[in-house]
């Protein structure tokens, strides 16, 4: 039931964009995606809800397809600061266990 | 709002031993979840705490236990410590929207 994401690894120029990929095998009710910059904890990006609605953040967005039980992170116009491990993670109901996916190790230079 | 802490942060046990590691959430936060993040493994799940009750337990042996205390407060027990037990020990706390706000781990290490 850990979501599976894709790639594993990217390594961009700073202004180029990036899609990160999330795919559940089970129905899902929420994604929630989460940055880890090395040594520290996993710091929480945004949250989408069954529904297959779109957040943003700046240049970082997210959307849920939840027919596909599909999640995909954008990062546009990639910034040095935006180099970690990206983990999704995802519950399949309020409540219920939270699974966090396999991560992908995104990093950005000058 | 003060974020969740966890003590110890830097642990050296030997093999055998037993360890408790303490977590205290977000002030209003009743859920309680513990995660072992190692290089090979990523991040996975040990259990979930929620108003004193565990609600949802992942895959490890009986040796990881863990309770909640009415305040919220969680401790993790490892006892009888392997070599592979050596991780990062994740504690996060959340609202019901589940959104996991992690603490900044106890880094366990067994020689």
């Known amino acids: 039931q850990q979501p599976v994401q894709s790639p594993q690894a990217v390594i961009l120029r700073e202004g180029e964009d990036a899609v990160i990929n999330c795919s559940s095998s089970?129905?899902?009710?929420?994604v929630h995606w989460y940055r880890q910059k090395h040594g520290e904890a996993p710091v929480f990006l945004m949250i989408?809800?069954?529904?297959?609605e779109q957040k943003g953040h700046e240049k970082i967005s997210a959307s849920f397809n939840e027919k596909k039980q599909q999640s995909s992170l954008y990062l546009t116009a990639s910034q040095l600061s935006y180099s970690g491990t990206y983990f999704c993670?995802?519950?399949?109901?309020?409540?219920?266990?939270?699974?966090f996916g396999t991560g992908t190790s995104l990093t950005v230079i000058p | 709002k003060a974020g969740v802490t966890q003590t110890p942060r830097y642990l050296i046990k030997t093999r055998g031993q037993q360890v408790t590691l303490s977590c205290s959430p977000i002030?209003?936060?009743?859920?309680v979840s513990w995660y072992q993040q190692t290089p090979g493994q990523g991040l996975q799940f040990l259990f979930e705490?929620?108003?004193?009750?565990?609600?949802n337990k992942g895959n490890f042996p009986g040796r990881f236990s863990g309770r909640q205390f009415s305040n919220s407060r969680s401790e993790m027990n490892v006892s009888t410590l392997e070599l592979g037990d050596s991780a990062l020990y994740l504690c996060?706390?959340?609202?019901?929207?589940?959104?996991?706000?992690f603490g900044p781990g106890t880094r366990l290490t067994v020689l």
């Open positions: 996060a706390s959340s609202l019901p929207t589940d959104t996991q706000y």
């Open positions: 089970k129905a899902l009710y929420s």
């Open positions: 989408l809800l069954k529904g297959g």
């Open positions: 993670g995802t519950a399949q109901n309020t409540g219920n266990q939270f699974y």
């Open positions: 002030s209003g936060h009743r859920s």
């Open positions: 705490y929620f108003s004193e009750t565990q609600r």
